[in-house]
C-alpha cells in the first residue's frame, strides 16, 4: 500500500485554537521529507502509518505501507522485530538502529513501533546522521499512568475538576461526557501527547467518587467505553475510580462487606460488564476509608480484604486495582502531639505487605503527608518488598502555585525516583515500584494551553519521560521538552532562547519553596483552596498538619528518642540520619525536630535568619525570573508569552505576600530582628 504525499491516512487531529505543546508541526520535519517504509498490522501500526503519512504530506516526504522491504530505497524503515529482539524488547520495547544510509526502528509489539516513532520525532535529523549506530529502548515501569481529579457533575466546592488549575475537564462537562466531534478530537490530541511522552494509562475521573461519577460504573459506562476508543489508538488504557461503597449506592445491597459473597458476586459481575464495554480496560483507583470515603473497616475488614476483593473480579480479564495508601485520622485532635499524621501510610500498611493480590497495586504518595513542597520520601516505599507499589506524584501544582507560579517539578520527583531507602548500593525508588509503577495526578483541562500555566507542560511531560526511565536527568528532560515545544531552531536567536527557558524553569522549584514554607514543615497555606500564605491556617484543625511555632521554636519533633517515633520508620541509615537535628538534612529539619531559632544550620545560619534570607532571596528570584521571560518577547510566540507574562505579574505578586506573612510571623513569634537589617512588618 502507498500512500502520496497529499494523502494522509488517519493523521493526528488538530483541533482549532489549541496549543500544539510539544508535538508542534515542525518537529515533524525531519521525519516527514524523508522516503519512509512501514511493516506490520494492527490499530496502533494504523497510528504510527497515520503520523507519518500527515508529516509526509506537510514537508513532502513518501511514505510506504507494505509487507515486505521493497520498492525502496527508503530513508526509513518501521518493522517488527525478528529474531533476539523480538523476545527481549517486550510489548513496549523498541530498537534503532542507523546503518548503511538507513535508519530503522524495530519492535516487537505495536506499542513499541509507536514509541519509536515519538523517539524519532525527538531525535529530530539527528536519527537520519551518522554511519551506524544502535539504540536499545525499554520502559523501566510497564505501568505510567495519569489519575485525573475530574468530577461529571459540577460540584458545588471543588468545582469541576478537583484541585485542576487549567480550566474544566478533558472528559465531562456539566453532568456529561464531552462527545462532540471536537470535543473528542481534543481528547484524541491529549492522548497523542501523552503517547509521545510515554504515559500509557488514564484514570479519567475523581477518586473523591460522587453519585454522577458512581453511575460510570453501571448504567453509564459506555460514556467511558466513548473516551476509550479515543485514547486507544495511541496506546492509552483507560481506568475508573470507583467507589467502594458501589454495591450499595448502585447494586441496592444491604452491605459494602468485602467478604460477603453477594458483594463479591455483584462486583464480578459488574466488572464483566465494563470489560464487555471496554475490552482493554485497565482496571479500577480505589480511595477507601480516607478523608471520609467509605472502605473495608466500616466493616471490621482490613485493606487488603478489601483490595483483593475488587483485585478477584478484575483477575480474569488481566485489570489491576491500584489502592491508595492516603489513608489517616482527619478528625485529629491538634492538642495531642503522639498523634502523627506522617505515620499513618506506615502504620496502616507495612504490616500487611506480602498479603496484597498479585493484581493488586498499593498507590503510595511519595511523601508521608500531602505533595508538600518539600517531604521525606515516604517510609512505605521502602517496606513492603513483597507487594507491587506505584508511586504517586501530583502534577497539578496544589502546594506549588497552583499553576499561576513557575514550578518545574521534575527535580523533586527525580530525587524521589533517585532515592535508596535501604542506603547506598540498595534499589532505588525506581526500582522498587517497577512491579507497580508511576502514577500522577494530571495537571491538564480544557485550557488553550493544557494546562493553564504555559510552563507547567514541563511537568506533565517530565511525568512520561521520568516513568520511562526513572534515572534519566531532569535537566536533560527539561532541554528535551524545550527543544520540541518551542522549536529553538526556528528562533531568531536560538541561544538565548534556550539560555532563557532555563534559566526560568531550572531553579524554579527551589525558588518556590525559598519564600513559601521553610526547611520542610510545610503546609502554611490557606485552609480549603491552599493558595497564598497562612502561617496558622491549619495548626488547630482536625487535619494533622502543625508546625508547633511559639516563641522559641518550630518544628515537629519525629524523633524515636522524644517525638512520634516516625523517624524509626525508616531502614538505616535514614533512621540515624533523621533522628538527630545535627545529621538530619537542613531542608527536612522542621519535618523531624523541633528546633530554637537559634538552632544553627549545616549551612552556619541559624534558623530564623535562614527564614528570613530564603524569603528575601525568593522573591528577588522570582523578579529575576519574570525579566528574564520579558526579555524573550520575539522568541517566543506572542499568545505564550503573553499567558506566561500574565502568570508571573501574579506569581511576584503572591511571592511578595508570602515573604511578607512568613517574616513577619516569625518576627512577632521568635522577637529576633533580621541580622541585615532589612525590613519585616
Known amino acids: 500500500m502507498t500512500a502520496s504525499v497529499s494523502e494522509p491516512v488517519s493523521g493526528p ?40 503519512a500527515d508529516a509526509c504530506a506537510r514537508f513532502g516526504g513518501r511514505v510506504v505501507r507494505g509487507s515486505s522491504v521493497s520498492g525502496g530505497p527508503y530513508d526509513l524503515v518501521l518493522a ?63 505501568l505510567r499512568m495519569l489519575d485525573h481529579w475530574d468530577n461529571v457533575a459540577v460540584h458545588p466546592v471543588m468545582g469541576q475538576v478537583e484541585r485542576g488549575y487549567a480550566g474544566g475537564s478533558l472528559f465531562w462537562r456539566d453532568g456529561l461526557a464531552r462527545g462532540s466531534r471536537d470535543e473528542l478530537a481534543r481528547v484524541r490530541s491529549y492522548g497523542r501527547l501523552l503517547a509521545a511522552c510515554g504515559v500509557n494509562a488514564v484514570a479519567v475521573n475523581n477518586v473523591n467518587v460522587h453519585t454522577a461519577e458512581a453511575h460510570l460504573l453501571t448504567d453509564r459506562v ?131 505487605d506480602g498479603e496484597f493480590a498479585p493484581n493488586a497495586v498499593l498507590q503510595v504518595k511519595h511523601g508521608p503527608l500531602d505533595f508538600q513542597p518539600r517531604e521525606p520520601v515516604s517510609p512505605v516505599l521502602g517496606a513492603m518488598p513483597n507487594t507491587r507499589l506505584a508511586v504517586e506524584f501530583q502534577a497539578t501544582q496544589e502546594y506549588t502555585g497552583q499553576q499561576r507560579h513557575v514550578c518545574w517539578l521534575g527535580p523533586m520527583w527525580s530525587g524521589t525516583l533517585r532515592f535508596r531507602p535501604g542506603g547506598e548500593g540498595r534499589p532505588s525508588i525506581g526500582e522498587l515500584v517497577r512491579g507497580g509503577g508511576l502514577v500522577a495526578v494530571s495537571n491538564a483541562g480544557d485550557d488553550p494551553f493544557w494546562t493553564g500555566h504555559p510552563l507547567a507542560q514541563a511537568n506533565l511531560y517530565a511525568v512520561g519521560r521520568l516513568a520511562w526511565r526513572p534515572d534519566a536527568d531532569p535537566r536533560a528532560i527539561l532541554d528535551e521538552w524545550a527543544e520540541l515545544t518551542f522549536v529553538p531552531g526556528e528562533s531568531a536567536d536560538p541561544a538565548r532562547l534556550r539560555d532563557g527557558l532555563r534559566a526560568v524553569l531550572g531553579g524554579s522549584w527551589r525558588t518556590y519553596e525559598k519564600y513559601t514554607a521553610p526547611l520542610g514543615v510545610g503546609f502554611m497555606v490557606r485552609p480549603g483552596h491552599h493558595y497564598g500564605p497562612s502561617a496558622d491556617g491549619y495548626e488547630y484543625s482536625p487535619w494533622g498538619t502543625y508546625h508547633f511555632a511559639d516563641r522559641d ?49 549545616h549551612s552556619g545560619d541559624t534558623v530564623i535568619q535562614h527564614i528570613y534570607d530564603t524569603h528575601f532571596d525568593g522573591v528577588e528570584e522570582a523578579e529575576k525570573a519574570r525579566a528574564v521571560w520579558a526579555g524573550l518577547t520575539g522568541l517566543v510566540a506572542p499568545a505564550r508569552h503573553a499567558r506566561v507574562a500574565e502568570r508571573y505579574e501574579e506569581q511576584v505578586r503572591d511571592a511578595r505576600e508570602w515573604r511578607d506573612h512568613i517574616n513577619t510571623y516569625f518576627f512577632r513569634k521568635s522577637g529576633v530582628p533580621d541580622a541585615r537589617g532589612r525590613r519585616i512588618h
Open 222 to 352: 459506555g460514556e467511558v467505553a466513548a473516551i476509550a476508543d479515543t485514547l486507544r489508538p495511541y496506546g492509552i488504557r483507560t481506568h475508573l475510580s470507583v467507589s467502594f461503597a458501589s454495591p450499595v449506592v448502585l447494586g441496592g445491597l444491604p452491605t459494602a462487606d468485602p467478604l460477603h459473597t453477594a458483594v463479591s458476586d455483584w462486583w464480578a459481575e459488574t466488572t464483566g460488564r465494563v470489560y464487555a464495554a471496554i475490552p482493554d480496560f485497565g482496571g479500577y483507583v480505589v480511595k477507601a476509608d480516607s478523608e471520609g470515603r467509605p472502605g473495608p473497616f466500616t466493616y471490621g475488614r482490613s485493606h487488603t480484604d478489601g483490595a483483593n476483593m475488587l483485585a478477584g473480579a478484575l483477575a480474569p480479564y488481566g485489570g489491576t486495582v491500584h489502592w491508595r495508601a492516603f489513608v489517616y485520622d482527619h478528625r485529629q485532635d491538634w492538642r495531642d502531639r503522639s498523634t502523627d499524621r506522617a505515620r499513618a501510610a506506615y502504620d496502616h500498611f507495612a504490616p500487611l
Open 80 to 142: 517488527p522485530a525478528e529474531g533476539g529482539d523480538r523476545d527481549t524488547l517486550g510489548s513496549e520495547g523498541f530498537v534503532l538502529v542507523r546503518a548503511g544510509g538507513v535508519t530503522r526502528v524495530t519492535a516487537a509489539g505495536q506499542a513499541g513501533l509507536l514509541y519509536g516513532l515519538f523517539q524519532l520525532v525527538r531525535l529530530g535529523e539527528a536519527a537520519f546522521r551518522g554511519v551506524q549506530a544502535r539504540e536499545t529502548h525499554r520502559p523501566a515501569l510497564a
Open 13 to 52: 487531529a488538530s483541533p482549532g485554537g489549541v496549543d500544539p505543546a510539544w508535538l508542534p508541526p515542525e518537529v515533524f520535519r525531519p521525519l516527514g521529507s524523508r522516503r519512509t517504509l512501514i511493516l506490520g498490522e494492527g490499530p496502533l501500526v494504523d497510528t504510527v502509518y497515520g503520523e507519518v
Open 553 to 601: 521554636g518550630v518544628g515537629v519533633d519525629r524523633s524515636r528518642a522524644t517525638g512520634t517515633g516516625f523517624a524509626g520508620q525508616y531502614a538505616k541509615p535514614w533512621a540515624e540520619v533523621y533522628e538527630s537535628a545535627d545529621t538530619c538534612p537542613d531542608e527536612l529539619l522542621l519535618f523531624f525536630h523541633h528546633v530554637p531559632y537559634g538552632h544553627v544550620l
